[in-house]
């Protein structure tokens, strides 16, 4: 059996901003050994994602994109690929 497992990438902690470019979540930390973790995880859902409170955070489910190298994606493959590059 095979464990999925978040890989810590932090491509669905990103979102498009109204300039059109994608922009981190300003919760999301980015560690020296190249992955992410979440500055408050716990209290994550629904917290703003950047300062104009135009986004906030969602359970991975419920994201209206499929990512980048997510392990999740095949929850529903009919979700749009996110126009990422972190
Ligand atoms: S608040 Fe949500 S989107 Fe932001 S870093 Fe944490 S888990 Fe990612
Ligand atoms: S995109 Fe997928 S693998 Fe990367 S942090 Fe989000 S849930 Fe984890």
Excluded: W
């Excluded at 994608?22 to 994550?44: E, S």
């Excluded at 499929?66 to 126009?83: A, I, R």
């Amino acid at each position: 059996m095979t464990d999925i497992v978040c890989k810590r990438c932090g491509n669905c902690c990103h979102h498009v901003n109204d300039e059109g470019k994608v922009v981190k979540c300003k919760h999301l930390v980015k560690l020296a050994n190249g992955k992410t973790l979440c500055r408050i995880y716990k209290k994550r859902l629904g917290a703003f994602c950047d300062d104009e409170h135009k986004r906030f955070c969602v359970l991975r489910e419920n994201s209206q994109y499929n990512y980048e190298g997510c392990v999740f994606n095949y929850l529903d493959s009919s979700k749009p690929m996110f126009p990422t590059k972190k």
